[in-house]
């Protein structure tokens, strides 16, 4: 895909900015391809037309999308970038506070000027034994990783920690060196690793200061390298220091200090000892006072100076060594207070009685006289001999800071050598960890000759850390045989030419300084005329005449030409040299011996030299300059880290204020150029900068794959087709072995379809959502419409039609009403009341019978029940009995092989005798007779036996009986329940005929009835009509009455019959259906005779109506009776009206009687469906019992095979019986003759065995001389699985108490007190032995308490004798008091269990994070992001080795299993398996605040449900 397509509306992008460098802005226009403006809408809401070159394409750095934001590995980002990186690390920084963050394999550490609670030991063991990338980044992961890599890969490591003054650099390598001594403690009593530790306060205290950017800042390099053994534990340390700061020492700026060691020592200066010292406030002395501030908020250095004295003391330095520092220190200060005046031009003194210079030679123990004269002369070689010529004040103050200086750095250097000495260590280095404290690249307004040995350092890092990362991407793309193909870099090897090659900048310099005239001018004209307009690397300033500007790989810096020559010469005189030769101080005058030894700083074989001045050199090792020391060394350091591997830390100053998380992106921008971030991020855009595994990039993007995809079963070739199908340029990813690789944009890319497919499901369901709201609010507002209209138009008909007369009818015929309805309403509810009262009485008294037959029913079967199960539970008492038996003969027999076998091994001579003399007794008849008793003996029995087994039989035979009797009982209830069914049938039956007689009785009276009021038909047609009514309203009322009583009184019925009075009612309803179905027919049948006869009725009515109007009308029609009849006769006609009344009379009769026809008509056929529907419900209750018969049938023959199967083994347990009595009879036989001939033979012997026997019972004989083959056979020898399978668990536990006991019952203190010092050292030798060996000591702590308690019980003690038998507390212990080997015995047991919870915690505890926390039980939540360089470590775990939930408990299982075979106690058990549980828990929680990434929605939900 095209970067330019990415450039649609809606998506965000980089444009540059004055003040935040970078600004964020909105694409408000798609981007058409050759356009030259890109419309941009600002976050203010202004709009921007950004300026597009058309032909270069040059459009602004894309935004990543919203799930990078924030990431931990800026090598994640989808887009690599300037912009990208800055915002990333300020999201982390200002809003999540979290100062560490991966940039592939640095660790960009933001310094926050606060103290963050994220270093104490917790966090340390936390990240032990962590992966690189599995937490959130930090210092200690990073140590760590050096750490396991040092340990797997026996490879020396190192930490390269860089960054400008104030970024925090000291405290990372301190926290690095703090992890160090934490996770690898020595096993010596040196405590090394607090001598490690204890060197940074003194290194601090001499070689930092405070300065306008750090309270605490580094001036000198320091590349401490820590030695570990073969067991990857620390055995000594070494430490090399490099360029430290001289100058600060007689000169700070404004707002500095000198280093801090002054200002505790002043500080310090009322102190006793410190009285000889002669010292005051620091703003007293002028080397400390220069600054202007000599103290620092937040800092006492009083009490750091007394930290200090302790790490001296710490690190083997004694007090005349501390002294002598202190002096040297002292002399310093007072040695910048000595005031020099000017005599002439070329001459000057010091000032006589000057109180400083003799304090300085007092502590120094120099010549005053001396000192003084050296410090205003100077010796210079001409070429036959020496001059001794004065200097001026200028030049003599110069001598006095030059002294001070080399006193210091020599000081310095024999500090640093004191601490390697106790920091040396007697055996063999395996391997090292180095931590390179070193200053990164530095650009300031001035800078001088320290800025540019800095930047020279740092380019020469730089390069090294090209030269890695092209390692690690080599590496990357061959394991997951991907093609390597060459990035293009800013190599900046031209630069490194430029300054160290020959003739370059530091060789140039080195020549000018061994000229005698040499000066910057002619230096910087040499540089101009090789370099100038030749390197482009080189050039000049336009304004400066002395300077000259080298363009780095980060910046282009200026470098003043004044001082250059002086540093890099760091000339002393000779005669300064030959006073302090004098000291008596043995400190200072090694300082300046002629075998002065080499400095901490430097390699053994690098000499220092000085350059030559004016005069002859007073030693040729002083000829060296500076640079050529620091390039040495320089080159030195290199070839260090080249041999390892490096780690690298970037610390980033956020703001130059010292606010706490204040983010100032001009000057992290500076840095992140400076330190190598950026280049960091550009090589790696170049080639695949994302990369997701497959998993990970299934379980993102899986909204974008088809169903037809989702189909297939290889989960990578799905990601394969899926990525072609949406990229289609095959150069913007790459498939490996393992993992998916994107070109830079790719990812973004992705996210940007994922967020337009999920944006088009959100309309979707919007639009859906939304149309039914709206179709909701429109039906509402209909049905509000049509009710308002339907009142409108009711209102208007109601206003047209409405009078007064009208109101008035209306009125009138309502009071008429309401009088008559509540008339009917009074009868009918008087008839009704009688008719309930009646139909209850009946109804409780047949409720009351069938609740007493049914009581009956429930006693009588209960009684059935109570002998049935008594029958049954004596029956299997008896299998059981006869069970017990044979298991209980069985056992007896072989207990008596057994004996019998002792006893033949025991008496194998008595068997030869027995033999000789059973030939010699056969022939006695006596024998014979008792053996044919005996024979007759067993005769009898079997006969017994015999007689038991009838007698058995008959019981079985009597059982059948009783069965058989209680099935004809049953049969004979059933056949009652029959009858009292077809009873209460015939019950029904006659009540259904009553009722139907009674409604031919009111049909026959409605007919007389109708008869009268033909006759009376204008004086009772009301009355007559209300009656009829109020009967047919009755008669509706009982008749439902009626089917709810029959409905309830038949599921009644129903519900509480058993399944056998089921069957019978089946029986009797199927006898009734086709009677009911008869009686239905002959209901239709007289229903149609009814209607018949009601429509003959009709017929006559009619007629006779006619016959009656004819009669009263004269068989004239209206119209000529009006004619013929005057208005006269027409009002006598009708004076009472009543021919109105004659005619209304008839047509309400003949409403009446059509109303009645139509109810007839209506009742009859309810009744015929209630019967069809009773029909169709007992159709369906009689197969339900049908199929509970067929049900009831199978138990029976299931019954029915049990008891013939038990009758047969009953059949054959008798004939084991027999065979078991009859071996039983043989073996009592041989064992009678056996113990005769014994008797015969030897009775004394057999007496004497059986007391022997009975007094050693319950002990093992151990003679002093078995001892040590007991111990070895049964505790260093034995192993736990042999002995679980094998035998007893706890075996060894009881011979040994065995054993004790008969040491104790012999009354042999000696045997006791050596049997049981062998037992507890043998089990101690065992466990240690085994100390990681899980089932050897589980078995043991098993053994340990079976021993312990059987020591408890068996002691004799009343507290412990509670719960024993008479014969247990016969057996107890009698001549020794063992509770001290009891309390030896649970201290040892309490170390077992303690180290069986170690080893199962340290075996549970690798699984526990990824079991927990990075499996997903649940697919289609996944939180994934793409991975970055950090998870490419060579410790990172494979995906075949991950663990799950399933792992953890297939270890728990493991745990419990082992322990409960070796009889473990249950809640020895308990307890541990909750400290698991506990270690579980606490282990989840803290991962869970570590890593931020985790303490989401969606991982709570996997955790919830795992």
């Not at 040297?328 to 009685?353: D, M, P, T, Y």
């Not at 690397?537 to 363009?551: G, N, S, V």
């Not at 012999?1306 to 990681?1332: A, F, Q, R």
Request: aromatic share 8%.
């Amino acid at each position: 895909m095209a970067v330019a397509e990415l450039y649609t509306k809606f998506n965000s992008v980089w444009i540059p900015d004055p003040d935040e460098v970078w600004c964020p802005a909105e694409i408000a226009k798609d981007y058409q391809r050759g356009s030259d403006v890109l419309l941009l809408q600002l976050e203010n809401g202004t709009e921007l037309k950004y300026p597009v070159d058309p032909v270069k394409s040059l459009l602004p750095p894309l935004r990543n999308p919203d799930i990078l934001v924030g990431e931990n590995d800026l090598t994640a980002l989808s887009y690599l970038h300037e912009p990208a990186v800055l915002h990333n690390l300020k999201v982390r920084f200002v809003d999540s506070q979290l100062i560490y963050t991966y940039c592939g394999i640095i660790l960009v550490a933001i310094n926050p000027y606060k103290q963050l609670p994220i270093y104490g030991d917790v966090i340390i063991h936390a990240y032990c034994g962590r992966n690189m990338g599995d937490m959130d980044p930090h210092i200690f992961a990073v140590a760590e990783e050096a750490y396991k890599q040092m340990a797997r890969k026996n490879r020396n490591q190192s930490i390269i920690v860089s960054g400008e003054s104030g970024a925090g650099k000291t405290v990372s390598a301190r926290y690095a060196m703090r992890y160090f001594a934490t996770v690898s403690k020595s096993s010596s009593k040196d405590c090394v690793e607090d001598k490690v530790l204890a060197s940074n306060p003194i290194t601090e205290a001499i070689g930092n200061a405070k300065t306008t950017r750090n309270d605490n800042s580094s001036r000198f390099g320091k590349y401490t390298e820590i030695s570990f053994d073969n067991r990857y534990r620390i055995i000594g340390a070494n430490m090399r220091t490099y360029l430290l700061e001289k100058s600060r020492v007689v000169f700070q700026t404004e707002n500095e200090r000198n280093y801090h060691i002054f200002y505790q020592l002043c500080a310090s200066a009322g102190r006793k000892e410190f009285e000889h010292l002669k010292l005051d406030v620091a703003e007293n002395f002028s080397y400390v006072s220069k600054g202007g501030n000599a103290v620092i908020d937040g800092v006492n250095d009083q009490t750091d100076f007394i930290e200090t004295q302790k790490t001296f003391s710490l690190l083997g330095m004694n007090k005349d060594f501390q002294m002598d520092v202190f002096k040297v220190l002292a002399g310093i200060l007072h040695l910048g207070n000595v005031q020099i005046r000017s005599l002439n031009e070329e001459k000057s003194e010091v000032i006589r009685g000057d109180h400083h210079l003799q304090v300085f030679s007092e502590l120094l123990e120099l010549k005053e006289e001396e000192m003084a004269y050296g410090l205003c002369h100077r010796k210079i070689a001409t070429g036959s001999d020496t001059v001794i010529k004065p200097m001026t004040k200028v030049q003599a103050v110069n001598a006095r800071d030059a002294l001070a200086k080399h006193i210091y750095s020599k000081l310095f250097s024999c500090i640093v050598e004191h601490i390697n000495k106790a920091l040396q260590f007697s055996g063999k280095q395996h391997t090292f960890i180095g931590v390179l404290d070193i200053y990164g690249f530095e650009t300031f307004d001035m800078n001088s000759f320290e800025q540019f040995c800095i930047n020279y350092a740092n380019e020469k890092l730089q390069q090294q850390f090209n030269l890695h990362v092209f390692k690690l991407e080599q590496d990357e793309y061959m394991k997951e045989d991907i093609p390597w193909t060459l990035i293009e870099f800013n190599d900046n090897q031209p630069c490194i030419d430029l300054i160290e090659a020959k003739m370059g900048i530091l060789e140039l310099l080195d020549e000018e300084c061994l000229l005698p005239q040499g000066t910057e001018d002619n230096w910087l004209q040499k540089l101009q005329n090789n370099y100038l307009n030749k390197n482009p690397l080189f050039e000049k300033p336009r304004m400066m005449r002395k300077a000259f500007i080298i363009q780095h790989f980060a910046d282009k810096v200026q470098y003043e030409c004044e001082g250059f020559l002086e540093k890099n010469r760091d000339t002393l005189y000779e005669e300064l040299i030959n006073v302090l030769k004098k000291s008596k101080i043995h400190l200072l005058a090694n300082f300046f011996s002629d075998n002065e030894s080499s400095t901490g700083n430097l390699n053994a074989n690098i000499k220092v030299r000085a350059a030559r001045t004016g005069f002859k050199s007073f030693k040729k090792q002083h000829r060296t300059t500076v640079g050529s020391k620091f390039r040495s060394s320089l080159h030195l350091l290199m070839e260090t880290l080249n041999a390892t591997t490096p780690h690298y830390v970037r610390c980033i100053k956020p703001n130059d204020s010292k606010l706490p998380f204040e983010y100032d992106c001009k000057r992290v921008v500076q840095q992140l150029r400076a330190c190598g971030v950026l280049e960091t991020i550009r090589i790696s855009a170049q080639s695949y900068p994302s990369r997701w595994t497959y998993f990970e990039f299934f379980g993102r993007y899986r909204i974008l794959m088809s169903q037809h995809d989702l189909a297939i079963n290889d989960k990578k070739q799905i990601c394969k087709e899926v990525l072609q199908r949406l990229i289609q340029d095959p150069n913007q990813f790459h498939f490996g072995k393992t993992k998916i690789f994107f070109r830079a944009g790719q990812v973004a890319y992705l996210e940007k379809l994922r967020a337009d497919r999920l944006r088009a499901a959100s309309i979707t369901i919007q639009k859906n959502y939304r149309c039914w709201i709206q179709r909701k609010k429109f039906l509402t507002l209909k049905r509000a419409a049509i009710i308002l209209q339907q009142y409108v138009r009711g209102e208007r008909t109601i206003r047209r039609m409405l009078t007064a007369t009208t109101l008035k009818q209306a009125w009138a015929a309502v009071i008429i009403q309401k009088h008559w309805r509540r008339f009917l309403v009074r009868r009918r509810y008087q008839l009704i009341v009688g008719a309930i009262v009646v139909i209850q009485s009946h109804t409780r008294g047949w409720l009351a019978r069938r609740n007493y037959q049914k009581l009956v029913k429930d006693q009588k079967a209960l009684i059935i029940q109570k002998h049935v199960r008594a029958w049954l539970v004596r029956r299997r008492y008896q299998s059981i009995r006869r069970f017990v038996l044979n298991i209980q003969l069985t056992f007896r027999v072989k207990q008596l092989h057994r004996k019998l076998d002792e006893q033949s091994k025991e008496n194998k001579g008595l068997l030869e005798r027995l033999t000789s003399l059973s030939t010699l007794h056969s022939s006695e008849a006596g024998k014979f007779h008792k053996v044919e008793e005996e024979l007759k003996k067993s005769m009898t029995q079997k006969k017994f036996i015999e007689d038991q087994m009838k007698q058995s039989k008959s019981q079985t035979e009597q059982v059948l009986s009783e069965l058989r009797k209680e099935t004809l009982s049953l049969r004979g209830q059933n056949e009652k329940l029959k009858k009292q069914h077809q009873d209460q049938t015939q019950e029904m039956k006659d009540k259904v005929d009553q009722i139907t007689q009674a409604h031919l009785d009111n049909l026959e009276r409605e007919e007389h009835q109708r008869r009268k009021s033909e006759n009376n038909f204008q004086i009772q047609k009301e009355d007559y009509e209300n009656q009829i009514e109020a009967l047919n309203d009755e008669v509706k009322h009982l008749r439902e009455e009626r089917v709810q009583l029959q409905e309830q009184v038949h599921e009644e019925y129903l519900s509480n019959e058993d399944l056998r009075k089921e069957l019978a009612e089946l029986t009797n309803e199927a006898l009734v259906i086709p009677k009911l179905k008869g009686d239905i027919t002959t209901l239709e049948l007289k229903k149609q005779g009814l209607e018949m006869c009601l429509q003959n009725q009709r017929k006559e009515m009619r007629e006779k109506v006619e016959e009656i109007t004819q009669q009263l009308l004269g068989g004239l029609e209206g119209e000529e009776l009006r004619k013929r009849l005057c208005p006269e006769d027409m009002e006598q006609l009708n004076e009472d009206g009543e021919l109105w009344m004659a005619y209304e009379g008839l047509k309400r009769a003949s409403r009446v009687m059509e109303m009645h026809i139509q109810s007839q008509k209506e009742n009859y056929e309810k009744e015929i469906e209630d019967l069809s529907f009773k029909i169709g419900h007992l159709c369906e209750q009689t197969t339900q019992l049908q199929q509970r018969l067929q049900e009831e049938n199978h138990t029976n023959e299931n019954v029915r095979l049990e008891m013939t199967r038990l009758a047969n083994d009953n059949m054959d347990l008798e004939e084991q019986l027999e065979q078991k009595d009859r071996q039983i009879k043989k073996l009592q036989n041989q064992i009678k003759s056996l113990t005769k001939t014994a008797d015969k033979v030897n009775p004394t012997n057999v007496n004497a065995s059986l007391v022997s026997r009975k007094e050693y019972l319950g002990m093992l004989e151990c003679k002093t001389e078995d001892e040590e083959k007991l111990i070895k056979n049964l505790i260093l020898g034995l192993k736990p699985q042999g002995v679980v399978v094998n035998m007893i668990p706890g075996l060894p536990a009881y011979v040994l108490f065995m054993c004790v006991r008969y040491a104790d019952d012999t009354n042999d203190p000696d045997m006791l007190k050596s049997l049981m010092n062998s037992i507890i050292g043998g089990i101690k030798d065992v466990t240690k032995n085994h100390n990681e060996d899980f089932e050897m000591l589980s078995f043991w702590l098993s053994n340990s308490v079976h021993f312990l308690n059987c020591l408890k019980q068996y002691s004799g003690e009343e507290e412990f004798m509670k719960h024993n038998s008479p014969q247990q507390n016969d057996q107890c212990l009698k001549n020794f008091d063992l509770s001290e080997y009891r309390q030896i015995l649970s201290d040892l047991a309490i170390h077992i269990y303690q180290q069986v919870i170690k080893v199962m915690e340290d075996n549970l505890q690798p699984l526990i994070v990824p079991g927990m926390l990075e499996h997903e039980s649940l697919q289609g939540i996944s939180s994934m992001k793409p991975t970055g360089l950090r998870k490419r470590s060579s410790s990172f775990l494979d995906e075949s080795e991950q663990y799950t939930i399933s792992s953890i408990l297939q270890q728990l299982s493991y745990f419990f299993s082992t322990m409960c075979q070796h009889g473990t106690d249950t809640d020895l058990i308990r307890q541990a398996i909750k400290q698991l549980f506990f270690q579980i828990g606490a282990i989840t929680i803290n991962n869970l605040f570590l890593r931020k990434d985790m303490c989401s929605c969606r991982k709570g939900m996997q955790i919830r449900y795992k």
